[in-house]
């Protein structure tokens, strides 16, 4: 028998999405099957199936923890929309305040954008981080999941015009999802320092 | 948590398991289970099931032989543990008592 050459992308696909800890043996079947003259078409199918029978094992087992932590999350970004609302009401003051603090007018336009823009990031960031921790079992899927959910919301709370607006809002969720990811990666790092502290 | 029941394709992979015997791993018990109903199960689907199972401890598994075929990555061989022989005997059970006094069913009104 010849030898056919193993599908990479479909196996690196494999390697990275499998959580189980018989994923090696199910690439290996599904190689030596492909080995036996099963097509690529039959082992890409068998790939995503795999992918998603994964997926939906992981939504099963989060259970009720999925929402939980999607609405943990929501709660810090509708948390800083409220401080954000406040902090505009009160931006004349902080113009003021920093006019008499001797800034000028460019570099106070520019000051309170990077404390709003600032702000705006520690939220995303704690917001990452809570639905990380809230769902402990499966943190990639939550995160997934609620990424999903702050690029639908927040695209219908945009009043978009313009192609710039489209631009706009892009980068603003570009900067919500590095929020959310460092602050899912500060969880697992929190996590994996309480695990080798208490040997769990 | 003890488990109330099994779904088809747990049963269905708990069976095809205990005909194959010692040769149960994922393409066999795909193939044995596509071979006698005609249901064609994708590997990540039996895996899938198989992990549910174990964690239930209601089969165990052992690593096997690697080969060059599969890339060296190594056959995971699976069986039925007492707990899951137990569960399938109370699923045929419960099935048989359902089928059982069916007029419609039986082989001689066919």
Known sequence: MTSRPPLRIATWLLQRCLRGRHAESLIGDLLELHQEGKSKWWYWRQALAAVSADIADAVRDSGRSLIVAVVAGWCAILLWRELNAVLIAHIGDMYWFLRHAGVDRGEGYFLVWLLGALLRFAFFVASGWLVARVNARHPALAIAVFVASVFLITLSWQQVRLPWHYAVWLVHYGMAVTGIVAGAWLAARRRQRYSMITGS | MKRQHLSQTELMVMLAILR???EAYGVPIAEEINK????????GVVYSTLGRLEEDALVRSETGEATAARGGRAKTYFELTAKGLKQVRETQRSL??????????RSDSA
Request: glycine content about 14%.
């Open chain 2, 20 to 22: 194959l015997g010692r």
């Open chain 2, 36 to 43: 006698r109903t005609g249901r064609e199960l994708a590997i």
């Open chain 2, 96 to 105: 048989q008592s359902l089928w059982n006094g069916i007029p419609q069913l």
